[in-house]
């Protein structure tokens, strides 16, 4: 089965850290670039990381430059997203992305999103 699962949200205070992970399966994990999304409460889904093949190259968006962390271990099938010194516009529910990709079967998927884990930043 082709899928991502997310893990790792929770309630957090300001200033604090969290680690989210997303574990893949049903595709040939290391051939294919990751990134992580969020989608607060009444906005639009915004991208907040990749990290490429290789994991030589790695992007974020202004918002989270210098506090998060995108990384990818290709033994287990799993890429992360260190946060750190969350803040409040921080909240969201944080999704895994991959795509365009061939799964193992031979299909082709086009854009395939795990189920999301909410990361909510509050005192």
């Known amino acids: 089965q082709v899928q991502l699962v997310e893990s790792g949200g929770g309630l957090v205070q300001p200033g604090g850290s969290l680690r989210l992970s997303c574990v893949a399966s049903?595709?040939?994990?290391?051939?294919?670039?990751l990134m992580w999304y969020r989608q607060a409460p009444g906005e639009e889904r915004e991208w907040v990381a990749t990290?490429?093949?290789?994991?030589?190259?790695?992007n974020y968006a202004d918002s989270v430059r210098g506090r998060f962390s995108i990384s990818r271990d290709n033994a287990h099938n799993t890429v992360y997203l260190q946060m750190n010194r969350l803040k409040p516009e921080d909240t969201a529910v944080y999704y895994c992305?991959?795509?365009?990709?061939?799964?193992?079967?031979?299909?082709?998927?086009?854009?395939?999103w795990g189920q999301g884990t909410q990361v909510t930043v509050s005192s």
């Open positions: 049903g595709f040939s994990f290391r051939n294919f670039g």
């Open positions: 992305n991959a795509g365009p990709l061939v799964t193992t079967g031979g299909a082709f998927v086009r854009e395939l």
């Open positions: 990290i490429s093949v290789a994991e030589d190259r790695t």
